[in-house]
Structures are given as C-alpha cells and as structure tokens.
C-alpha cells in the first residue's frame, strides 16, 4: 500500500474537498468565505467569462434540511430583484452531489470594515438609508432577512451597498400587508409550515427548517422575540429591531446602548430612533422599515423625528442647526445694520 | 478488499455497508471477525506508530502489542462497551490502547498473539520506513493534544492509503488505469511543479481530458474515502463530524 506523505494528504484532503465543477460552466478560482451552512467561493463563468461567487454546500447532499435552506434562499434571492440585494444566477447540484448556487460577485468590503473610512456621520446614515430600502423592499415581496448585522452588508467600489446572505429569511404570507399588521401588533403573519419542494423531487416542511423554538441569528442584532426561538410570531419588527442595532453599531460602533463618558455624544433624536426601533416589544417598534428610514431622513434633512418629543430649547437648537447659515446671514445683516446706524449718529 | 466487493458492471461503488460496529456486535461470528479485520486494516498502523511513538516501544515490542490489542478487541469484546454518543471511536480506541499496554506492562507480559487478524497482513517493515519519514516535533511529544492530533493524522494517513488502494483498483476494473495514473502523478507525488498542461503533454492527451479525469478521480475517492469512512464510525452524526475534519469543511 502506498505512503502517503503529509503534503499528499493535504492535498487530497483540498481537491476532494474542493467542489466539483465539471459539467458545469464555472471554474473554480478561489476560497473567499466561510458561513453558517455553506463555503463561499469565486469562480469563472465561462460562458459568459465573467466571475461571480458560488455558494456551496458542505457536505453532499447528505443533510437534507440545509440543502432545502441553500434552495430556499436561492429561491428568496431570485425573487428579490433589487439593487440592494445580490442577484442569484444559477441554482443546482454539482457531480460530487453538492447543492449550490451562484450570485453575482461583489467586490467591496463587509460594512463594518467599510465605516472605518467613512467618519460622518451624514453618510453613515445615507449608507443605513440604502440598506433600510432594500429590506423595505424585500418585506413587501414578504420576505424578513432575520439576520441583519455588518457582516452581511457589503459596500461595493461605486458606493452601492448590498444585502446579503439571505440563509435565514422568512417567507411570510403574502396575503397579509403590514396594514393588518399595524392593525394588530399581536398577529401572527406567517403561512403554516408548507411543503417545500427539494431538487430530488422530495417534499419536507419549512417548520424543519425554521421550526418554532429553533434560536437562529446573530446576538446583539436579533430581537428578543427571535432569540426566544419564537419563529412563529416573528413580523418585519424583528427586522427592524435588527436595524436598529445596524443603526446603533453605525453611529457609536457598538450594536448594543454603550455609556456615554469617553464616546462622542450621541444625539437625543438618533438615540431616540434606535431605541424606539430596538424595544423589547414588537409593539413600541417601528410598524414598518419605511417608518423608520422617514424618521432617519428627518433626522438627515434637520427635521423633528416621530421617536423622540422635543422640548422647546431642544426645537430652538434645532431649528438654530438646520437654518444656521440663514440665521447667521440676518444676523450679520443686522449687525452691520447696527453699526451703520451708530455710525450715522455719530 | 476482494474484487467482488466492487460487483459486476455498473459504475457505481457499492452501496454503504453497515457500521463496523454494529457488524462487532452482531451474533454471527463470522460477521464479527470481518469487522475486526476491517477496523485491523484502518487502525493497526496508526495503532503500531502510537504504541512506538507514545509508549516509546521498541518495534519488536510495538510489533507483538498491536496483534495482541487487536486479539484482546475481539476477545474482550470491547466494541460493545463502545458509546458512539458519548465520543468518537477513534478516541475509544486510543484510549484502550492506553489501558492495554499499561495493563500488559503490570502484568509484565508481552505475547506474540494475531492468529484472529491472520486475514489482514501487517507490514511492519512498511510502517517503520514510514514512522522513520514522519515528521514528529519533540517538543509536542508530551502534550496530550499531540497525542490526539497525532493519532488523528495517522488514522487520517491510513484511511486514505485504503481509499487511495480502492480508487486504484475501482479504476483498473473500469479500464481507467491512466486516469489514475494521472492522479496518482498529480495528487500523490507531490510535484508542485507539475501543471495540467505538463500532464497532457505527458499522456498525449488534451487539457481538458486531464481536467476531466482528475474531476472523476477526486469523485470516486471521495467517495470511496467516505464510504470507508463511515464503515469506521460509530454513528451518522461522528461520520458527518469526521467527514468534515476528513476534507476541511470546517478549516476556514
């Protein structure tokens, strides 16, 4: 029987390891990331000679419940067409009998790694403004992401920002709108688990998937509700506790309230926001991400926000912000004005 | 492994046998002996390396205590006290190798013993040429993670020796004795100079015959290695475990 040296086994242990791509039209390139039921790699379309990004199954075939949930978000994705949201190109089974997928390769950096260059503020919300129109988006296709977090955002070399890694979302009924919702904060919008179809032609329910009591998300961004493994009766308001945190983490970098001695002053309007977006309760959420992102536009453009009750010196100092240069203009005017006057009775 | 095994015709390998260890329990002597032949053939090498590496024995002395592990695993019926939900028979394993040589070393006994392994032929000479050209740190030798990390990666080597000895039989059955040929010179030798285009020159043939016939051997080992694999595990849930150590699923 024959030795097998250390670096042998190395390399069995990769090329074995490494998808199978023959019969398809890619060609794998290279490793680019590790997530929770899948390997992200870059490979070559040949056909269209353009790269993009496969994300592949570990395992084949062999845990039908994650090759269900790699389908199922490739199915998610194909119907989230969006600029903000990863388009899927191609779903299907390699010859070594893994599921896989393959998305457009986005050439950016993950958002946490992203806001290290961008200091303001300003644009640190206009970034937050895009990805709260994409999950807008995907809510009224009535899909939750369920896992909102930096990682999962990418900020692409023109600015464009996009939302990714849809493995955990959520199929709601498409029959109930967020006007019910808001109707009654208490409902339950979800379908009963249905039977999914697999790639083998075999049936098997969501609820496995995403049954009621299983904990999936990212602490620190997932809601109480969604931590407490409630799947049941989660609503776009888990979406929008995520956000909040997205929110949190973009203006002070932690996801979670921090103390305020030794960090830059948060202002009481976008503290306001997220905490009204981060409740413990569903209901003293935002009922909607479009409700939210109006409250972060306010905010943007000077404006009072719906979370947060001004007092009077609070409006004045506002007011003195967004009408500064004016003020400043009249009051130079006057000033000089002023002076004239003094002058001219001299 | 027999010729047989592979079945007549078909392209596919056969299916999965059952665990090694519900075959060492089963009531038909003859069903336990071939498992303990199977588990002899992945385990006994890395089994002589431990015994020499970690109990510092002389390869005469490794020699007699791998065959008598072996007779004692069957004797003692040790498989059945095995607990497939409480650790990993690898790990199983090495820790009654522990028990055996200290037990041996109390009672101050050292029997040439194997007549139950007679099947499966154990090439010491083999092993020693190849612990002599093993890498081992010295200054690891007394942590009891290099133990593991060592027994792991000789039972690793074994396993894929077997899977490798399988491919080239599978191949030759099918009349692809070249496309081993090219995987053995790719994947096994090592030479990291050694390029697609190298090959197809070398063999005649184009590029993409060798990408092709590399895809299909990398498959069948795979496959094979998996199905040896799970022979070799005491649950669903170890083999899904050990597949992933076994090809890096979980390295990055």
């Known amino acids: 029987m024959k030795f097998l040296s250390d670096s042998a086994i190395e390399r069995l242990r990769g090329s074995a390891g490494a998808p199978d791509l023959s019969g398809t039209r890619y060609r794998l390139l290279d490793r680019i990331a590790r997530g929770g039921m899948g390997i992200v790699y870059t490979a070559q379309d040949e056909q269209l000679e353009r790269r993009v990004a496969l994300k592949i199954l570990e395992g084949s075939g062999a845990n039908g419940d994650f090759a269900n949930r790699l389908i199922r978000e490739a199915r998610v994705l194909a119907a989230l067409e969006h600029p903000g949201i990863v388009p899927v190109h191609d779903v299907g089974t390699l010859a070594d009998g893994r599921v896989f997928y393959a998305m457009k390769f986005v050439e950016g950096q993950r958002l946490d790694k992203y806001i290290e260059a961008v200091a303001s503020v300003p644009d640190r919300l206009r970034i937050f403004l895009r990805i709260c129109d994409a999950v807008a988006f995907a809510h009224a296709r009535g899909v939750l992401h369920r896992d909102l977090k930096p990682a999962n955002i990418m900020v692409g070399p023109f600015g464009e920002v996009l939302v990714m890694d849809w493995g955990l979302a959520k199929i709601l009924s498409s029959e109930v709108s967020g006007a019910s919702c808001e109707n009654d904060p208490e409902a339950t919008i979800f379908e009963k688990p249905k039977q999914l179809a697999t790639a083998a032609g075999e049936t098997t329910e969501i609820s496995v998937v995403t049954g009621h009591g299983t904990v999936m998300g990212t602490p620190g961004y997932m809601s109480p509700e969604q931590a407490r493994g409630d799947v049941e009766h989660l609503d776009a308001r888990s979406d929008i506790f995520s956000l909040g945190a997205l929110l949190q983490f973009l203006v002070t970098g932690h996801p979670e309230p921090v103390p305020q001695s030794g960090r830059p002053h948060l202002d009481k309007s976008l503290a306001a926001i997220c905490s009204k977006a981060t409740a413990d309760l569903p209901a003293g959420r935002y009922l909607n991400v479009q409700g939210m992102a109006l409250d972060v536009s306010r905010y943007l453009d000077g404006l009072a926000v719906g979370a947060h009750e001004e007092s009077i010196f609070e409006k004045a100092a506002r007011f003195y912000r967004r009408y500064r240069f004016f003020i400043l203009l009249i009051a130079a005017y006057l000033a000089m004005r002023v002076l004239i006057l003094l002058f001219m009775h001299r | ?252």
């Open chain 2, 1 to 252: 492994m027999d010729k047989e095994d592979f079945g007549a015709g078909g392209d596919r390998f056969p299916p999965t046998r059952r665990s090694v260890i519900e075959a060492a329990r089963s009531i038909d002597s003859g069903e336990r002996e071939q498992a303990l032949e199977l588990l002899c053939a992945a385990y006994w090498k890395p089994v002589y390396k431990y015994i020499r590496w970690r109990w510092n024995r002389p390869a005469e002395a490794a020699q007699d205590l791998t065959q008598g592990f072996f007779a004692e695993l069957l004797e003692r019926e040790l498989l059945d006290k095995f607990d497939a939900s409480r650790s990993r028979l690898r790990t199983y394993l090495r820790v009654c190798v522990d028990s055996f040589v200290m037990n041996e070393d109390k009672a101050g006994r050292r029997q040439k013993r194997g007549g139950s392994i007679s099947h499966v032929a154990l090439d010491f000479a083999a092993a020693e040429e190849e612990l002599g050209a093993t890498a081992i740190d010295p200054a690891k030798i007394a942590s009891p993670e290099s133990l593991e990390e060592f027994f792991e990666k000789e039972w690793m080597r074994s396993l894929f020796a077997l899977a490798v000895e399988d491919l080239r039989k599978f191949s030759d059955e099918r009349d692809r004795a070249r496309t081993f040929r090219l995987f053995e010179a790719y994947d096994l030798e090592g030479n990291e100079k050694l390029s697609y285009d190298q090959l197809s020159k070398d063999y005649g043939i184009s590029v993409t015959d060798v990408t092709n016939a590399l895809a299909w051997a990398r498959r069948e080992f795979r496959r094979i290695a998996l199905d040896r694999l799970r022979e070799l595990c005491g649950s669903e849930d170890e083999f899904q475990r050990e597949a992933g150590a076994a090809f890096g699923w979980d390295a990055k």
